[in-house]
């Protein structure tokens, strides 16, 4: 079949990488892609806020599936188009893709439907005063999230008054989420150990993928400020054989059918992100696509073909045998242009893609452009260098990551040394 990927990120490069397996692959396009990407289909310059120039594309290559990397053109009814128009499309329409697009909403589902997350409370801008008041009297730390997209920046750990009043702000009067920010949720601080989970459903049946443990802070050991993330390994093996099923009866069985039930039948991929907690696991967030850099760290985990998975979703009738996890370990290390999450320059030329030829190390590229046929930074996350092994061996994957990612050059290249390192500390 001919399928066409949106999106030009490390997301998109390995779930590019992963449908160009498939047997079933006739013809990959991907809009807009990136230097990466061309390696495995036809990189395509296409308007995504223009559906009709998407549908008309897919009519005249006769496309029969359309994947959606990310979250922003789902919320803004890129599925609902396309449906429409007669195309299977892998991705919630825009009222299901509200789950991510609006914290205070998940809330609400989480809340109608006894799926456990963080005691919360929400305010809007016109009620500044009020959320400052709440918040003197609170425990910190306390936790609080522009309640729109954000780009995955919108979460601010506050440790005291102090830091929680100059979030508000941030947020409310210099407005740095811009409209994101215009409500707020005010969350508990939930302690216990972080791990995200991939449910692949056709809005009412749906298959987990192997757990991964994403890495958001910009530091070593957990510090500095919140990023897109740092890196992932998979499994998380915190998330053990009756933990999953725990998370698949308590969390992703519930918010499925509890969306079904409020007229939202998701399709796709339902991103959760817990927090494994004294008392069980937690909700941290719900995502409406695949996580990044979660998705590099766990596809190259699959065997059978992903493509037919994905397309069965899409077309209402899962196949749950489609894949399987290899019984392998995996690790993602990002490397991200010194200066991120904030301010970064870019244009610098990358050297030693090519000296990796290891069939267990995969380099997908993010942050990048090609110029005069040399690869060059174009962002603040700019690679991230995945290396699995086929059996169960997370040490052997973390240390072939870090001597892969050494070969590796930029100017002012940065990444962490410890992605992986919480899987070895004993619980």
Do not use: W
């Not at 609006?102 to 009020?130: N, R």
């Not at 008041?133 to 102090?162: E, T």
């Amino acid at each position: 079949m001919n399928v066409l990927l949106i999106g030009a990120g490390g997301r998109e490069h390995a779930l590019a990488y992963k449908i160009n397996q498939s047997k079933k692959l006739s013809r990959l396009y991907i809009t807009p892609g990136n230097p990466g990407t061309e390696n495995y289909g036809e990189n395509v310059s296409l308007d995504i806020s223009d559906f009709k120039n998407v549908s008309d594309f897919c009519k005249n290559n006769k496309i029969e599936l359309v994947v959606v990397g990310p979250e922003q053109p789902l919320v803004d009814g890129i599925a609902d188009y396309l449906s429409k128009e007669g195309l299977f499309v892998f991705g919630p329409d825009s009222k299901a893709a509200e789950i991510e697009a609006h914290k205070s909403y998940a809330k609400y589902v989480m809340k109608k439907y006894g799926i456990p997350t963080a005691d919360f409370i929400e305010f809007e801008y016109t009620q500044h005063e009020d959320a400052l008041k709440y918040l003197k009297h609170i425990k910190y730390p306390a936790v609080i999230k522009a309640d729109g997209l954000a780009a995955g920046k919108g979460v601010i750990i506050c440790n005291n008054f102090s830091e929680a009043s100059s979030a508000l702000d941030e947020i409310f009067v210099k407005k740095v989420f811009g409209v994101s920010g215009e409500k707020i949720v005010v969350e508990e601080f939930m302690t216990g150990e972080e791990a995200s989970i991939f449910a692949i459903t056709d809005g009412k049946n749906f298959v987990c993928l192997p757990s991964s443990q994403d890495h958001k802070r910009i530091g070593d050991n957990d510090t500095g400020k919140n990023t897109g993330g740092m890196g992932a390994y998979s499994p998380a093996p915190v998330v053990n054989a009756e933990l999953q099923k725990q998370v698949e009866k308590d969390i992703i069985r519930p918010a499925l059918e509890g969306l079904n039930k409020e007229g939202r039948t998701f399709v796709g991929c339902l991103y959760a992100g817990l927090m494994i907690t004294s008392s069980g696991p937690k909700v941290v967030e719900f995502n409406c696509r695949f996580g990044d850099p979660e998705t590099q760290a766990v596809l190259p985990l699959l065997e059978g073909d992903f493509l037919e998975l994905l397309y069965s979703a899409a077309k209402g009738k899962l196949n749950k045998k489609a894949v399987k996890y290899s019984g392998g370990n995996s690790v993602c290390i990002v490397a991200a242009s010194k200066g991120y999450p904030e301010a970064y320059e870019k244009g610098f030329a990358i050297t030693g893609l090519d000296l990796l030829k290891n069939n267990n190390i995969v380099v997908f590229q993010a942050g990048t452009e090609k110029k005069n046929s040399h690869i060059v930074t174009n962002g603040g996350r700019v690679l991230g260098l995945t290396a699995f092994t086929k059996q169960e061996d997370l040490k052997s994957a973390q240390t072939k990551a870090y001597e892969a990612i050494k070969k590796i050059h930029f100017k002012d290249i940065y990444y962490r040394n410890d992605i992986g390192n919480k899987a070895f500390v004993k619980k």
